[in-house]
């Protein structure tokens, strides 16, 4: 049975408070107030569809070097599927990446210490038609980290001093130096360097030490760590 649900003066009138994904049905008719009576005119009706709600709260997880996961929540409605997208910088719009029927997708063949910027629509098929969310309402950036620094050699050494290299990283701004800390059993950090090498000084005699490096891009306020080297086993003379 048909409630009326207001009275307006105006050729349009805005639903409010409906169920997302919901099917509605609506009649109207003209009506004239005269002073002989109210004279109506013929129901029209017709039937409607609301979309499904945003998609928002992305996050990721899973990160290497070139590959990520994404995941959102599940949406409340009866959704049908997921569609990603990513944004192009180039022509400043999203570009569709794909479909999933899940709450998650992996995100692969990414170039290590970049960012990307995602965004999720829902899709329901209701009567033939497929309703979406609203568009990119919510986005998400994510990162890949920078590659793992390779090849960490000892070339030279003295009774005080220690010099390693290692192989340069693709994006990299800095490197980070570790040495192993015997006595509290963890690596600390003793610097950083925009080199391939490192010369290390103020060292005992005939003592091995124990060290690992870190590629590190910092662009744009954001810091894109990279995977630690194996550990370099270097003793001095």
Same mark, same amino acid.
């Given at each position: 049975?048909?409630?009326?649900?207001?009275?307006?003066?105006?050729?349009?009138?805005?639903? %409010?408070?409906?169920? %997302?994904? /919901?099917?509605?049905?609506?009649?109207?008719?003209?009506?004239?107030?005269?002073?002989?009576?109210?004279?109506?005119?013929?129901?029209?009706?017709?039937?409607?569809?609301?979309?499904?709600?945003? *998609?928002?709260?992305?996050?990721?997880?899973?990160?290497?070097?070139?590959?990520?996961?994404?995941?959102? $929540?599940?949406?409340?409605?009866?959704? +049908?599927?997921?569609?990603?997208?990513?944004?192009?910088?180039?022509?400043?719009?999203?570009?569709?990446?794909? /479909?999933?029927?899940?709450?998650?997708? /992996?995100?692969?063949?990414?170039?290590?210490?970049?960012?990307?910027?995602?965004? *999720?629509?829902?899709?329901?098929?209701?009567?033939?038609?497929?309703?979406? /969310?609203?568009?990119?309402?919510?986005?998400?950036?994510?990162?890949?980290?920078?590659?793992?620094?390779?090849?960490?050699?000892?070339?030279?050494?003295?009774?005080?001093?220690?010099?390693?290299?290692?192989?340069?990283? $693709?994006?990299?701004?800095?490197?980070? *130096?570790?040495?192993?800390?015997?006595?509290?059993?963890?690596?600390?950090?003793?610097? $950083?360097?925009?080199?391939?090498?490192?010369?290390?000084? +103020?060292?005992?005699?005939?003592?091995?030490?124990?060290?690992?490096?870190?590629?590190?891009?910092?662009?744009?306020?954001?810091?894109?760590?990279?995977?630690?080297?194996?550990?370099?086993?270097?003793?001095?003379?």
């Amino acid at each position: 049975k048909a409630e009326l649900v207001a009275t307006v003066p105006a050729i349009q009138y805005r639903l %409010e408070n409906l169920k %997302e994904c /919901s099917t509605n049905y609506v009649a109207i008719r003209a009506c004239f107030v005269g002073y002989n009576g109210d004279y109506y005119g013929k129901l029209t009706t017709f039937k409607f569809y609301t979309r499904p709600a945003s *998609v928002e709260k992305i996050v990721q997880s899973s990160r290497t070097d070139t590959s990520y996961t994404l995941t959102w $929540e599940k949406s409340s409605a009866p959704v +049908n599927r997921y569609f990603v997208y990513r944004y192009n910088t180039g022509t400043k719009k999203f570009d569709l990446l794909g /479909s999933t029927e899940k709450t998650s997708c /992996s995100i692969k063949n990414q170039t290590p210490g970049t960012l990307q910027r995602y965004a *999720v629509i829902a899709a329901v098929v209701k009567d033939g038609k497929a309703l979406v /969310s609203s568009k990119y309402t919510y986005y998400y950036t994510c990162g890949t980290y920078l590659s793992r620094v390779q090849n960490v050699r000892q070339t030279a050494a003295t009774e005080n001093a220690l010099r390693f290299n290692w192989d340069a990283v $693709e994006g990299a701004t800095t490197y980070v *130096v570790y040495r192993y800390d015997t006595q509290s059993k963890q690596f600390r950090l003793i610097g $950083e360097t925009k080199n391939t090498f490192a010369m290390l000084k +103020n060292l005992s005699p005939a003592t091995q030490y124990i060290y690992r490096v870190q590629a590190v891009k910092r662009a744009g306020g954001v810091t894109f760590p990279g995977y630690y080297s194996t550990v370099l086993y270097a003793k001095t003379k």
